[in-house]
């Protein structure tokens, strides 16, 4: 059992840049780790993840360019670095692990048994 907290969250203006970071209760060396985020009125999405292994980062299309995962996930805490916000980065951001998902699962919410409650980020224009 793993128990995640998300942290860093909050208001910041448009262009701004932010650093989530997920803690857990355990290293979190062979789990796989990934970032999800919810808008209101939306389905959550799948955001960036790294492999169980750490050799493999994957992100959405969307934060490509923006977001990146540094570090590595032998740690007990991942983070999210966020840069060039918008508007659209609204929304409550989850971190969630697993140390059974595969590489061609990363993007996957199902793929993941461990997550975290949220951080709201909410950016302005």
């Known amino acids: 059992q793993v128990q995640l907290v998300e942290s860093g969250g909050g208001l910041v203006q448009a262009g701004d840049s932010l650093r989530l970071s997920c803690g857990a209760s355990?290293?979190?060396?062979?789990?796989?780790v990934a970032w999800f985020r919810q808008a209101p009125g939306k389905e959550r999405e799948f955001v960036a993840a790294?492999?169980?292994?750490?050799?493999?980062?994957y992100y959405a299309d969307s934060v490509k360019g923006r977001f990146t995962m540094p570090g590595d996930n032998t740690k007990d805490t991942v983070f999210l670095q966020m840069g060039v916000l918008s508007p659209q980065d609204t929304a409550r951001y989850y971190c969630?692990?697993?140390?059974?998902?595969?590489?061609?699962?990363?993007?996957?919410?199902?793929?993941?048994?461990?997550w975290g409650q949220g951080t709201q980020v909410t950016v302005s224009s």
């Open positions: 969630a692990a697993g140390n059974r998902v595969i590489t061609s699962s990363l993007r996957r919410q199902d793929a993941y048994d461990f």
């Open positions: 355990r290293t979190l060396r062979g789990y796989a």
């Open positions: 790294v492999s169980r292994s750490g050799g493999f980062t």
